[in-house]
């Protein structure tokens, strides 16, 4: 009697813990399948009755966290993270870094890191990606760049380049789907091009299956020449894209979301050398980057403005672009700087702004006239006179094929000799302003001109005398 009796309690504990654990399998179920609000209002039922079950506050902090609430969501996080449940402290450090609370992220992680050896289970590779990353974010809040923001705007995602005004000095940004139309090219997002549209350089999906950022240079005729990657150092096992090349032609600034990366897309710059290849980019910190997406940096040098685009601000289908006064000498913040976190994150642009300063006036003054870009086309842009009254201006106008691949190779060598007198004057300035150390290279780039002089002379003869012999 006393066995059977024994055996009746049991066979209702274990009822009763079936039927406990149905309702936190179904707020699992609501969460793994995107539905936070009723999952969170499951949660919150389990949690009337028992206050303290780790699970619960796990998810319902989860959902509260996944549907924006990140500040209200701490509190039941913090809950479950006293129960031991790891997911609660991973999810702790990631609020707290995106936040840029280093110090709090720390103490999360390092609380995530007891609670799984204490279950002698092996620590995910997530845990050593979010140890890096708050590395990364406490050595960029010691370097956090002073500048002044002139704007915002708050545009579709999907177009935010079409809303640059970027002076034609500083090139174009085009659209890769229109650039792309009539070319055996292909390519996503922004395409970049110089105001001599000799070249071009935007992103693609490359061979690994990652974006790559891809180059081409542009014959006079607007056909788009031998497209090829521009170099794995950009991908940083990430990937690469957004490029902007300055008017010096050498200095490159692009987005990465690989190792180096703060979080999402982080802004870098490079420099491109003599040979073509790229330097080791740097990470250019903040307040450029977040734990975000940041992207499209541009520099307008004639205007004298700068843009970049950020979706820190979490508006659905929406980023935000900030317009800024770049400077040539980088000045950071001081570390003991009250306002320093503030301005890392852009907390408010007042903050970055001098007083008595009229910012809009300053911006109207500076913002260049409102054109319409066009992308490159067949039409012609090149003249040869082929004698007897004949003027070609097209590649369709060759009858002898051996003259048309000569005259590409016209083309080819005056896309070459415009970015030879490009470096030759960016040397050269340098040197005027007393760089003695270019005068190696001013004299390799004065005797490749000449090179590309002769070779130039030689394929528009070929040219002519093929197609008229």
Request: proline share 4%.
């Amino acid at each position: 009697m006393k066995q059977r009796k024994i055996f009746s309690i049991l066979t209702l504990m274990f009822a009763i813990g079936a039927a406990w654990a149905a309702p936190i399998d179904e707020v699992r179920r609501l969460y793994n399948e995107g539905q936070y609000e009723e999952a969170a209002e499951k949660a919150r039922t389990i949690l009337k009755r028992s206050p303290k079950d780790g699970n619960a506050n796990y998810f319902l902090g989860a959902s509260l966290r996944a549907l924006g609430n990140s500040e209200e969501a701490i509190k039941p996080l913090q809950a479950a993270e006293a129960r031991s449940v790891a997911q609660a402290s991973q999810m702790l450090a990631e609020i707290a870094i995106d936040d840029y609370r280093v110090d709090d992220a720390s103490e999360h992680l390092d609380s995530w890191e007891r609670i799984v050896k204490k279950s002698k289970k092996s620590l995910p590779e997530s845990f050593d990606e979010m140890s890096a990353g708050l590395i990364t974010l406490r050595n960029m809040l010691e370097r956090v760049e002073k500048i002044e923001i002139l704007d915002s705007l708050t545009v579709d995602s999907a177009d935010f380049f079409r809303y640059y005004r970027l002076s034609r000095a500083a090139g174009s940004l085009l659209p890769a789907s229109e650039m792309f139309r009539n070319s055996g090219a292909s390519g996503d997002g922004v395409v970049f091009m110089p105001e001599n549209r000799s070249e071009m350089m935007w992103s693609q999906t490359g061979e690994s299956g990652k974006k790559e950022i891809f180059t081409a240079g542009i014959l006079d005729d607007g056909t788009i020449e031998h497209p090829s990657p521009a170099g794995d150092i950009l991908g940083e096992g990430g990937d690469a894209a957004y490029p902007f090349i300055m008017p010096d032609g050498m200095t490159v600034y692009f987005a990465n979301n690989g190792d180096k990366s703060l979080g999402g897309y982080d802004i870098f710059m490079t420099r491109r050398s003599d040979d073509g290849s790229f330097f080791e980019p740097q990470n250019i910190g903040m307040p450029y980057n977040s734990p975000y997406d940041d992207y499209m940096l541009a520099i307008d040098e004639t205007s004298g403005l700068g843009w970049w685009a950020t979706d820190r601000n979490q508006i659905p289908g929406k980023v935000t672009i900030y317009i800024y006064l770049p400077s040539e000498t980088r000045v950071n913040c001081e570390p003991d700087d009250p306002d320093l976190t503030a301005r890392a994150k852009i907390t408010s642009i007042a903050l970055t702004q001098r007083e008595g300063v009229d910012y809009k006036a300053l911006l109207e003054k500076k913002l260049p006239e409102a054109t319409e870009e066009s992308t490159v086309s067949a039409n012609p842009r090149f003249e040869l006179d082929m004698g007897n009254g004949r003027l070609y201006t097209s590649l369709d106008n060759f009858k002898n094929p051996e003259a048309r691949r000569a005259m590409i190779e016209v083309m080819a060598a005056k896309v070459e000799l415009r970015k030879n007198s490009e470096t030759l004057d960016a040397l050269r300035e340098k040197f005027r302003k007393g760089d003695r150390s270019v005068s190696h290279a001013i004299l390799q780039a004065e005797r490749e001109r000449q090179t590309i002089q002769r070779r130039l002379r030689t394929a528009t003869n070929q040219a002519i005398r093929l197609e008229t012999k």
